[in-house]
């Protein structure tokens, strides 16, 4: 009996400890979001990759449009910094980024507490990334 408790024992640990390496896997990873909204550095983005579309909710609701996948987030005055060199407005653009443990402010940076106008309640703070494949 004590042979089988060790056991399950091992194998939860196991399991949890594989958890936590998926999870700490994902954030290293890159994905694809398209920008549907944003205001003031506040955006609304849909997940592009099938792997991650686990991480949205489904049924914002946009310009009469549904969409599926979706988060909220802010973008770093130097990911806005970037962007802005990409295109002018930043609807409907495709970007590479990886999810953060937390976001990442830069004291430097003022901007407007304008946010995007019934935005999902899912939050995910994300940064831009370059060297995707």
């Not at 802005?84 to 999810?99: E, I, N, P, W």
């Not at 407007?112 to 060297?131: D, G, L, Q, R, T």
Request: charged residues 20%; glycine residues 4%; proline residues 3%.
């Amino acid at each position: 009996m004590k042979k089988i408790i060790l056991s399950a024992l091992t194998c939860l640990t196991l399991i949890l400890s594989g958890c936590d390496k998926t999870e700490e896997e994902l954030l290293q990873q890159c994905f694809k979001v398209k920008i549907l909204d944003e205001v003031c550095g506040t955006a609304v983005v849909q997940i592009q990759d099938e792997a991650y579309f686990k991480y949205g909710v489904n049924g914002y609701q946009l310009d009469g449009v549904t969409y599926d996948h979706v988060f909220s987030t802010e973008l770093s005055c130097a990911d806005l910094t970037k962007f802005q060199t990409l295109a002018a407005s930043l609807r409907g653009l495709v970007v590479d980024v990886k999810m953060l443990k937390q976001m990442e402010y830069d004291p430097a940076c003022t901007r407007c507490a304008a946010i995007v106008p019934n935005a999902p309640a899912k939050w995910i703070p994300i940064k831009f990334s370059e060297n995707c494949n």
